[in-house]
């Protein structure tokens, strides 16, 4: 799997995704940008599950540790967006 590509998904486009699959994983309704995955009932299991799902849909290799580095959506996107950036 390789990074995604610079301008692949606009900031919104990618918030969306991660959002989308934040609130499957975590089985809510609605999770906001700003909320953190281990507060709103993440755990361990889940946050593998939100990585693999996630790398997937975007077309990158996101670790684990980029789960528990980038708490909440906004800061996952923008750590995303920085390595798409820089590949």
Do not use: N
Request: net charge negative; charged share 25%; proline share 2%.
């Amino acid at each position: 799997m390789s990074v995604i590509e610079k301008d692949q998904f606009s900031r919104p486009e990618l918030v969306g995704h991660i959002t989308g699959v934040w609130e499957d994983v975590l089985g809510l309704e609605r999770v906001e940008p700003d909320q953190d995955f281990f507060e709103l009932g993440g755990h361990s299991l889940g946050a593998v599950r939100a990585a693999s799902r996630i790398g997937d849909e975007v077309g990158c290799d996101l670790s684990l540790r980029a789960i528990f580095e980038h708490r909440t959506v906004d800061a996952l996107a923008a750590a995303i967006m920085k390595i798409g950036a820089a590949g």
